[in-house]
T-cell receptor, first 109, second 113 residues
Framework: GQNIDQPTEMTATEGAIVQINCTYQ??????LFWYQQHAGEAPTFLSY??LDGLEEKGRFSSFLSRSKGYSYLLLKELQMKDSASYLC??????????WGAGTKLIIKP | IAGITQAPTSQILAAGRRMTLRCTQD?????MYWYRQDLGLGLRLIHY???????GKGEVPDGYSVSRANTDDFPLTLASAVPSQTSVYFC????????????FGPGTRLTVL
């Protein structure tokens, strides 16, 4: 079967750095997405990786290793507004997105 | 309209009733999707449409039907609602560009009693 694993919950301090990991086992790979979802709201797109390596976008970076079936989302200079769930999703061989259950990130002052 | 809209925002429904969730996008995206989101689970695909006039089944299609008469609208119908269909429903569309990123509507919170 297909599987996306992420930690259920993480806690970090305002101003710090946090890394959210995602491991996947899917039938085929056609890209990996990270989305942010605030409570009661829709998921919003953060980043996309299809090749190995690091993609940087402001305070957020995303890394991919296809050989290891592994990605992480790195958030720097954490702000209170970063408190949200972070969803990892992989596009499989059928070109459908397979979603992880999400990591709830709690930011403390 | 800007992006994707969904209606209603929330609904409480008696079991056995028929219900249609509406989704409209103004981005001229070809592909559209319906997901449900339940606590502790990832988003699960119900149905999708790659272009107007075509639809396909996702991971959890039973009890749901869709139609795609035009590019903008993609309604989801529950023919006879059951309590296990209590969930938050998200509609999404994708741009068909290199990343084919999906963009989500605000969601419909449905409770079936």
């Amino acid at each position: 079967g297909q599987n996306i694993d992420q930690p259920t919950e993480m806690t970090a301090t305002e101003g710090a750095i946090v890394q959210i990991n995602c491991t996947y086992q899917t039938s085929g790979f056609n890209g990996l997405f990270w989305y942010q979802q605030h409570a009661g709201e829709a998921p919003t797109f953060l980043s996309y990786n299809v090749l190995d390596g690091l993609e940087e976008k402001g305070r957020f970076s995303s890394f991919l290793s296809r050989s290891k079936g592994y990605s992480y989302l790195l958030l720097k200079e954490l702000q209170m507004k970063d408190s949200a769930s972070y969803l990892c999703a992989v596009r499989d061989s059928n070109y459908q997105l397979i979603w992880g259950a999400g990591t709830k990130l709690i930011i403390k002052p | 309209i800007a992006g994707i809209t969904q209606a209603p925002t929330s609904q409480i429904l008696a079991a056995g009733r028929r219900m249609t969730l509406r989704c409209t996008q103004d981005m001229r995206h070809n592909a559209m999707y319906w997901y449900r989101q339940d606590l502790g689970l990832g988003l699960r695909l119900i149905h999708y449409s790659n272009t107007a006039g075509t639809t396909g089944k996702g991971e959890v299609p039973d009890g749901y039907s869709v139609s795609r008469a035009n590019t903008d609208d993609f309604p989801l119908t529950l023919a006879s609602a059951v309590p296990s269909q209590t969930s938050v429903y998200f509609c999404a569309s994708s741009d068909g560009q290199d990343t084919d990123t999906q963009y989500f509507g605000p969601g419909t919170r449905l409770t079936v009693l």
